[in-house]
């Protein structure tokens, strides 16, 4: 089954293109004005595909949340063009793009977002709630989706019973609940060992090998390997790109880490 036929008949694609979910044409986003002015991103394009993982690199403040931002319709760009499937994001007010990422858009962000106040199954299936999936169902999504990142132990304890690393599962377990396509991750790996940062990169791989996007921004060139394409920023701007055997390149010196390593336990 193709990457597109994974998606189901609700599921669209850009129009005029082969597979893509979401694509960036010249965005250009500027914070400030005057002498504080700065370029965030700069006539960036870019497209991801379904079935296709795509890594984001650059040195800190190149513009990499900015990016993950506006592709997930927190933020909005003084020019250019945004599309998540059939939708222009710029033709959506505010609650249309929040009702937008609750239907398509998993977003793993840097700070977690969990809420101290529910527990782990509760924050998993609250987007679902939100959408207005029934209780008992949104409840069976979110233990689905915990025990998909090997947390599903965890789901009655509250964020500050559990360690930074579980804390972080149970955020990739919310990206991931229900039928979204668009994966968006900011430094997932970023509070979890090695180990366990294999663990979770398994666990991307797998849902966007099963049909879904993922744009995955790292700095750690052994999670950025897992990609189908690594893109770097600097300044803004998109200074390179990789294939996924360029990426492979990255790994030299890290042993057998990377998405064509072999099988190994969690």
């Given at each position: 089954m193709s990457a597109v036929e994974a998606t189901g008949p609700e599921e669209t694609v850009v129009p005029g293109t082969s597979g893509t979910l979401l694509e960036l044409t010249a965005v250009t986003r500027v914070h400030g004005e005057g002498e504080?002015?700065?370029v965030a991103l700069q006539e960036v394009d870019l497209r991801v595909r379904l079935g296709e993982l795509v890594a984001?690199?650059?040195p800190s403040g190149s513009g990499k949340s900015t990016l993950l931002n506006l592709a997930g319709g927190l933020d909005t760009p003084q020019s250019g063009t945004i599309r998540l499937g059939r939708d222009v994001?710029?033709?959506?007010?505010?609650?249309?793009r929040a009702a937008l990422r609750r239907r398509k858009v998993g977003y793993v962000f840097q700070d977690l977002n969990l809420i101290p106040a529910l527990t782990a199954a509760e924050n998993v299936a609250l987007p679902r709630e939100l959408d207005g999936v029934p209780a008992r169902r949104a409840r069976q999504e979110a233990r689905a989706a915990l025990a998909e990142v090997g947390v599903v132990d965890l789901?009655?304890?509250?964020?500050?019973?559990m360690s930074g690393g579980q804390q972080q599962r149970v955020a990739i377990a919310r990206a991931l609940v229900g039928p979204r396509r668009l994966v968006l991750a900011d430094e997932p790996t970023g509070a979890l060992d090695s180990h366990t940062g294999e663990a979770v990169?398994?666990?991307l791989r797998q849902r966007v090998d099963?049909?879904?996007a993922g744009l995955l921004v790292t700095h750690d060139p052994r999670f950025a390997a897992w990609a189908?394409?690594?893109?770097?920023?600097?300044?803004?701007?998109v200074v390179d790109a990789t294939s996924d055997d360029d990426a492979e390149e990255l790994l030299v010196g890290a042993g057998t880490h990377g998405r064509h390593a072999g099988d190994g336990g969690d």
């Open positions: 504080r002015r700065v984001v690199m650059g994001l710029s033709d959506l007010d505010v609650a249309g789901a009655d304890r509250f964020p500050e019973e990169m398994r666990v099963a049909g879904a189908d394409r690594t893109v770097y920023l600097r300044d803004g701007v």
